[in-house]
């Protein structure tokens, strides 16, 4: 008698069998839904902005009341939330607060702005600069070279100018105000221009657009646009900067800009930090240092 699961036919059925197993994609892992659930109500919670009535965390989360209060129930019970006794609201729980000091404590900010700007630089084809602000000003930190690269005496360690660069616009505008208003002081001491600048509209207007470009002001010939990133506390963490040579068509600065306020939401937003809704966007406008005019 003929073995038939040692056939050729056998042997290429099980080999077809085999071949779609391999190529079949894989189902989705599945988890518990009521861990979902709990999760969901808690990252309602902390959305909330602070102590938040049991219609307002429901509201947020997208369920009903009395599924999100036997939720929250658990929650309390575990530490995760914690009901006011006098009020009624909710609000984040100790055990809650320990777990978003251990995330922060393992976060890396230049780690996440490495594979962020990097990718920008890549997609862009535009170089990428990071500043923070020292002891001398803003300070190049990182530099991320686009295609083709930027032939300029900027590098790592170059300080940019507070009112006539674009980096420097963002930190005016978003930074430390009496740290930037006395900065500002200086740098316009150094400035022998007659006419005094609108420091203030500066500052309006490069917060109105969450961002500042310049065309020329600081080295001719290079355009750069800037944006800021926001930390956990709302507050400036460091200013990335796309620059761009002739060679790139003044008609895609647009798109890089949307590309770089995306990637430092992208950022703000992986740190914990909220990004500012601004009422317009930076799109092809060139910020220069407006002054008054004498009368």
């Known amino acids: 008698m003929t073995d038939r699961t040692n056939s050729p036919k056998a042997a290429g059925a099980r080999s077809l069998r085999g071949a779609a197993a391999l190529t079949k994609p894989a189902p989705r892992r599945r988890g518990i839904q009521s861990v979902e659930i709990g999760l969901r109500i808690l990252g309602a919670l902390a959305a909330c902005g602070g102590p938040a009535p049991l219609s307002a965390v429901a509201q947020r989360g997208g369920l009903s009341p009395s599924q999100t209060h036997r939720y929250l129930s658990s929650l309390v019970a575990s530490g995760m939330a914690r009901q006011q006794p006098d009020t009624g609201l909710y609000d984040l729980g100790t055990a809650s607060i320990r777990l978003g000091l251990a995330a922060l404590a393992r976060l890396d900010l230049f780690a996440l702005a490495d594979v962020a700007f990097a990718e920008l630089a890549r997609e862009t084809g535009r170089t990428c600069l990071i500043a923070v602000w020292g002891d001398a000003g803003a300070t190049v930190v990182r530099w991320y070279r686009g295609a083709p690269p930027v032939v300029t005496s900027l590098a790592i360690g170059s300080i940019m100018p507070l009112l006539r660069s674009a980096t420097g616009q963002v930190f005016f505008a978003f ?104 009422p317009q966007k930076l799109q092809g406008r060139t910020l220069a240092p407006r002054r008054r005019t004498r009368s």
């Open 175 to 278: 930074g430390d105000r009496a740290t930037m208003d006395a900065e500002a002081v200086r740098s316009l001491a150094h400035d022998r221009a007659s006419a005094p600048v609108d420091l203030d509209a500066i500052r309006r207007d490069v917060q109105e657009a969450l961002g500042a470009q310049v065309d020329g002001s600081l080295i001719p010939g290079l355009r750069a646009a800037s944006a800021p990133v926001f930390d956990l506390q709302g507050e400036l963490a460091f200013v990335a900067t796309l620059i761009a040579t002739p060679a790139f068509d003044a008609s895609a600065d647009g798109a890089a800009v949307t590309a770089l306020q995306g990637a430092c939401r992208e950022v703000t937003e992986s740190m914990g930090g909220r990004w500012r809704a601004g």
